[in-house]
């Protein structure tokens, strides 16, 4: 481990096979998590039928005929070269993903050493949440009747209380849940990442986890928190679901999830899990490969880690330093130094070409051209989402500053404002949208401000192909009169939508934009699971309250 660590590293609070828990000095609530290299295989294999594309288990799990050719192991664990580097950078990338959705989780920031990442400390919940989209053979053994690869909709979620391997115990007979769950201290650190029968008991149901009255860190898991890990467990299967599919073509089969009770106060529920290659499963494409045993695990690993990096766009920067030789880069660097001030014609830039590749490199002289021009190319398509802000009068201007400051500050769309009026010139009107028509590749929604008779939403909606959405703000004096519908209904395929405040714009505009963003849509998502969240409190609140006050007539029970 580097010796930078050790300026933040504080005692050793845990060492597993698979882990080691550092706290961190003058951050008590805080902890570095430090991620092995060691795995411990499955003699599992994921296999769903009736489709083209190979079951790739984002895990990979290994054969028995594979288990066979590895090195003898006592603890039935094997080390994999940079598999504790690629977990953890797996792991900070989903967290980066739950961020857009303002999901508590325990995940605070990545460190310096690749293997490491920094979260808030907190005491595990002994149960294991299994999000399932698609039914495997796992699945299908304990359930007859279901075929391998049925479909689950909505997804199946399944509750699993979580135990420490050494303290497990199966009992013969069928008894109360306390026979067969024997739980320790020890459980809540749990070291083994593997879903083998060893470490779970039977499938626990809504009622049992209801009942079995969980009491950690002083916080009683009710139906409440239940609800709120049920619904999270949901939403986060949802965004990972929808970000593998809209960005890599792949389907995301199922997904496990754990939770923690922050130590720090105020005590709260958050995602704790690290996602590392036993946590889901992703159907992927089929691609042809030879590697297999660890060479297969390090492959897929590299693969999942590549793909979040790329949904994240970290890894643009590093396109043409991955793709072109360093001699090549070296020949660009300068080249693209040289064009700032050459004012030569082409043949002379053709000279000096020649003049600065050697002499071994010309044979590749055409694709170093491409390259260059690659390299050099100004004008780049955006596809980054936008909002166009039409105002039809100064007045209006302000509103549309509104609209402006909420799409940016909260969903980070650009936004422009302009003010144009089709009474004064329709022809200056059409060059302002030609100024925006040409960015094909670019997702773009107009808003148009002003009286709902002024006519500029359909001139708008008539002259482009996209979305438009007039905003009309009517004084109070003017919400008890009618307006007249056919200045803005129409029969021609020209049409807009009418909305009569700010919200429902900026509510129309990110719901369209979500379409080809998945960050808004993870934001959307994460509204929504607020929502109810913020009810189901409230909800709370209100029930505990009622039952105070109706104690007395023996009815009810405070919880």
Known sequence: MASSTHDILGQKLFDGKTKRIYSM????GLICIYRKDNHRPSNKILSIPGTR???????????????????????????????????????????????????????VASHPQPDMFIARKCTMIPILWIIRRLANETYTKRNDGIMNGHRFVPPVVEIYHKLHPLTYRRSATTGSIDEHLESSRESLLDDDDSDSDECFSSIWSYEQLLNANLDIENLKITQTEIEYMYETCCTIFDILEHIWMVKKNCQLIDLKIEFGITTAMPKEIVVANAF?????HILRPMEKTTSTGIELIQENLSWINNALRDILDLN????????????RRSFLHQKQKSTIDDTENEDDENTSINRIIPEDDHIDINQSILSLNIYKSSFIPLTTSRCIIVCSSTPDVEHGQKIKITLNEVYNIQCDVRLCSIYKSTKTILKFLSNYSYEHCRPTVFITLGNINNGLAMCLSSNSQYPVIHCSLMSIEQQNNLFDLNSYLSHDISMFTVVFTLSSAIQNVVQILAMNDWRLWTKQRGKRLKNYIDLLIADQQLSTTQQTTKTNNGILTNK
């Open 276 to 280: 590392d290659i036993e946590t889901w």
């Open 25 to 28: 000095i003058d951050q008590p």
């Open 316 to 327: 643009n920067n590093a396109y043409i330093t991955n793709k072109i030789s360093p001699r």
């Open 53 to 107: 594309r190979s079951s790739i288990d984002s895990i990979f799990r290994f054969t028995q005929q594979q288990l066979q050719t590895l090195p003898p192991s006592p603890s039935l664990y094997i080390e994999i070269p940079g598999k504790g580097a690629l977990t953890t950078s797996i792991t900070t990338c989903v967290y980066e993903i739950l961020r857009e959705t303002s999901i508590p989780t325990f995940f």
